[in-house]
């Protein structure tokens, strides 16, 4: 099942075309550092022509990922980090879930405005980036970013008062509301069609949980942006998505970097 092999610098991945489970089976238990979940949101979605991945009954979608989140819980390290990307109606339950097992840290709004208001609801405008550990947290760093400014004049958008300078110097302390990270919009950007993540958001998991030589895993990884980040940073990483066309478009992204392709049974 593993598709191919990359390396770069010293650091290597691997990226499997294979299920869910047979990836996180296959992983070693206290093997990973970083844990990421996007799974299907179970909203309908196209992913491919044959496969209906993304359409089943509430009951098993809530069966189906609890049962994805124990694996993912037994695959972590000690101190390591699951983070779980969803909708707010999900998220609430799947944290709920989570939390009989890890230690909750934070709830991340993730600011994308793309959805519709429907019935008697708000406008839906963030998803849920759900952030635990398994027990105390290995690595843990508190990413500094730049204040927004005015796209026109250039000024911060919020008045620092008598701290100006020290956050022109240094940055604000991330919080736990990411509204600055643009969604994959653009046609020329985008590397596959449904729902993929800006690799900021990545960049972002990684400063705060990751470090050179630690452990990422991402099953169900789309076009990759995790991968690329991780090598980015410098990271060893284990990927999967059940679809071919996925995996070929994350080994193109890294072409990069040394691939080495492998047989479809490795
Ligand atoms: C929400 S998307 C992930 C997008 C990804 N984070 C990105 O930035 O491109 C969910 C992915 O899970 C894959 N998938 C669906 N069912 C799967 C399964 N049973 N095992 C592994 N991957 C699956 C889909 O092909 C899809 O690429």
Request: charged share 25%; with cysteine; net charge neutral.
């Amino acid at each position: 099942m593993r598709y191919c092999t990359v390396e770069e610098n010293g650091y290597s991945g691997n990226i499997y075309c294979a299920d869910v489970f047979d990836l996180l089976n296959k992983i070693g238990p206290e093997s990973a550092d970083i844990v990421f979940l996007d799974p299907p949101f179970n909203l309908g979605k196209r992913y491919s022509e044959t496969l209906d991945l993304d359409n089943k009954p509430e009951e098993e979608y809530q069966y189906w990922l609890k049962r994805v989140i124990d694996l993912s819980i037994i695959a972590l390290k000690p101190g390591g980090a699951l983070y779980i990307y969803h909708l707010p109606a999900w998220a609430i339950r799947f944290g709920a879930y989570v939390d009989q097992s890890l230690i909750f840290r934070h709830w991340i709004s993730v600011s994308m405005k793309n959805g519709f208001a429907r019935g008697l609801r708000l406008y839906p405008a963030h998803y849920a980036l759900l952030y635990f550990t398994k027990g105390a947290p290995q690595q843990f760093i508190r990413p500094k970013i730049n204040p927004l400014r005015c796209r026109k004049c250039g000024e911060f958008v919020r008045d620092y008062g008598g701290y100006r300078s020290i956050i022109e110097e240094k940055g604000i302390n991330l919080s736990d509301i990411w509204d600055d990270l643009s969604p994959v919009r653009h046609g020329n950007k985008k590397h596959r069609r449904p729902n993929e993540l800006p690799i900021g958001l990545f960049n972002r998991v990684l400063s705060i949980s990751g470090a050179p030589g630690m452990m990422y895993v991402d099953p169900f990884a789309g076009s990759g942006a995790g991968a690329v980040a991780a090598l980015k940073n410098e990271m060893n990483f284990i990927v999967g998505d059940i679809l071919p066309e996925n995996t070929k478009i994350i080994s193109e992204r890294l072409s990069g970097a040394f691939t080495t392709q492998e047989s479809v049974n490795g």
